[in-house]
């Protein structure tokens, strides 16, 4: 089997023998795969390579002050008029993950996979996997001292800001010995630590709190009080005036119920198909839940996309969670 330390190697390899590339997170990109992006695109610049930044939508707007946030194209908004021959993807779980932007991948396209779900299947052609690190960022921070970079408080803040937001401030099961290890060497490199949490973490906007409210209006519980889940609708989201990114965190809510196992966030994307984004207290794998349903993610927080109205995707949902309780 291939050597983690192997494995960094040849994406060092990558980014040294090719040019130009096109640098992918997954849709609606969270902390981590926009301070990924970014940091991979920090190390090109230093390299002198050519790249493009992609996401198939924007990114959350909390984060636009992190190093060149606004060069992420928004293939929405801006569309690219050709294809790439080299592709970095990253915090991409499974090659689905790239939604849209793979129509910008040449058919003979080498891709970098750099990821830390378990549940990747090794998509690319070179794949630096780490299903125990905390963020695909921890994998990046080895790749960059590897490389030998020399810090300073604009990549050390972008690295920082994937192991803060995948970690929830440094409070869930995967803050590691490791992983504050890292953190304490990258507040030694000039990171406002708490100017980041208050940023990222704790700032809300009007638009979140009120589709919160609304979410949690909904809330709703299995007679054994185990599983908890709350519903969004478009209308809800139109209401409020919230986007995707205004969702992040109201799935902790059910799940932080005392005795609640699982917690459910169903967010009907229209008449057709719902996406469920799952939490676990740790007796039920989220990961291989989402899986079954054609998702994936960690043992304790995935999602997926399902097919059908919300009360059928509800229904199944929650009964596949009693099954596995």
């Known amino acids: 089997m291939q050597t983690y330390e ?3 190697q ?7 023998e090719h040019d130009d590339f096109l640098i992918v997170s997954h849709v609606q990109p969270d902390g981590d795969a926009v301070s990924s992006t970014l940091t991979v695109g920090w190390l090109l610049s230093c390299l002198g390579k050519k790249f493009t930044m992609l996401n198939e939508g924007p990114i959350p707007q909390r984060m636009k002050f992190l190093w060149h946030a606004d060069d992420i194209v928004n293939m929405s908004v801006q569309p690219l008029d050709r294809k790439y021959s080299r592709v970095i993807c990253v915090d991409c779980a499974d090659f689905r993950r790239v939604g849209l932007t793979e129509q910008y991948f040449a058919d003979d396209a080498l891709i970098l996979n750099i990821d830390h779900h378990p549940t990747n299947d090794g998509y690319g052609s070179v794949n630096v996997i780490k299903a125990d690190a905390a963020a695909t960022a921890e994998i990046l921070f080895d790749l960059l001292e590897l490389w030998g970079v020399n810090w300073d ?7 920082y800001t994937g192991l803060l937001t995948d970690t929830g401030g440094f ?3 995967n803050t590691s010995p490791q992983v504050m290890s890292i ?8 990171v406002n630590g708490p100017d980041l949490s208050e940023r990222l973490l704790e700032c809300l906007s009007l638009a979140q709190v009120q589709i919160l409210t609304q979410a ?10 185990k599983i908890a889940w709350v519903t969004v609708r478009p209308e809800d989201m139109a209401a409020a005036g919230a986007e995707n990114e205004d969702l992040e965190g109201i799935v902790n809510y059910p799940r932080n119920i005392q005795r609640v196992e699982v917690g459910i966030l169903f967010k009907m994307i229209d008449g057709q198909a719902v996406k469920a984004s799952l939490r676990s207290a740790g007796r ?9 349903f054609g998702g994936g993610g960690h043992v304790r927080a995935a999602g997926c996309r399902v097919e059908g109205t919300l009360a059928e995707v509800v229904e199944r949902v929650v009964n596949r969670v009693k099954e596995q309780l």
């Open 153 to 159: 408080a604009e990549i050390a803040t972008l690295v």
């Open 10 to 16: 040849q994406a060092k390899n990558f980014l040294q």
């Open 6 to 8: 192997r494995a960094l």
């Open 171 to 173: 409070r869930y099961s």
């Open 216 to 225: 949690l209006s909904t809330l709703e519980m299995t007679a054994d009080g």
């Open 183 to 190: 953190a304490s060497a990258l507040l030694s490199h000039g």
């Open 284 to 292: 039920v794998d989220v990961a291989a839940l989402a899986h079954s």
